[in-house]
T-cell receptor, first 117, second 110 residues
């Protein structure tokens, strides 16, 4: 178990550019989550996948954000036309769940810190 | 909708002091409850969990009891150490996703 891996650790980009982040979950986990965390706040849910299906998207996820998990393994989160307000830590987490209500905890990666200048 | 409310920090304590960080929740149904910890420069780590009413989660000397009657899940430790300095997040999990509180920073001084 190598844990959840996220790349890159840091990304600095200019406003208007597109960025893409990658997440590799724990291998046997079927659920993958994306969260966003800003300074002094708790993580906010963005979206989650069960296998390759994207099951829920937060209203925080504007049309400029898109996430994929094409083969039910790794996932990518793309932000198009970045804005300064997108600056945050983007966290990925994974878990194993079989039922609608699952008590399995989420295991988090170390995050990708995005700075938009 | 589901939500979590935590006491604001920072909480500042001397080593060996007793710690309580309050957490209350609003939820439909029967969520699972969690405490996560974030040490400086590190990612979120699961500290403990409880999945039903009256369950007590415990780990590393920390404890929290799932109180349905008061909708609370307060975190306690009898004797804190400098190494416990971190940000603590209370969270609930309903159908599928975790919902977090805003976090409470704990600072422990020798």
């Amino acid at each position: 178990d190598t844990g959840v891996s996220q790349n890159p650790r840091h990304k600095i980009t200019k406003r208007g550019q597109n960025v893409t982040f990658r997440c590799d979950p724990i291998s046997e986990h079927n659920r993958l989550y994306w969260y966003r965390q800003t300074l002094g706040q708790g993580p906010e849910f963005l979206t989650y996948f069960q296998n390759e299906a994207q099951l829920e998207k937060s209203r925080l996820l504007s049309d400029r954000f898109s996430a994929e998990r094409p083969k039910g393994s790794f996932s990518t989160l793309e932000i198009q036309r970045t804005e300064q307000g997108d600056s945050a830590m983007y966290l990925c987490a994974s878990s194993f769940g079989e039922q609608t209500r699952s008590s399995s905890p989420l295991h988090f990666g170390n995050g990708t810190r995005l700075t938009v200048t | 909708g589901n939500s979590v409310t935590q006491m604001e920090g920072p909480v500042t304590l001397s080593e060996e002091a007793f710690l309580t960080i309050n957490c209350t929740y609003t939820a439909t149904g029967y969520p699972s409850l969690f405490w996560y910890v974030q040490y400086p420069g590190e990612g979120l780590q699961l500290l403990l969990k409880a999945t039903k009413a009256d369950d007590k989660g415990s780990n590393k000397g920390f404890e929290a009891t799932y109180r349905k009657e008061t909708t609370s899940f307060h975190l306690e430790k009898g004797s804190v150490q400098v190494s416990d300095s971190a940000v603590y997040f209370c969270a609930l999990k309903g159908a599928d996703k975790l919902i977090f509180g805003t976090g409470t920073r704990l600072q422990v001084f020798p």
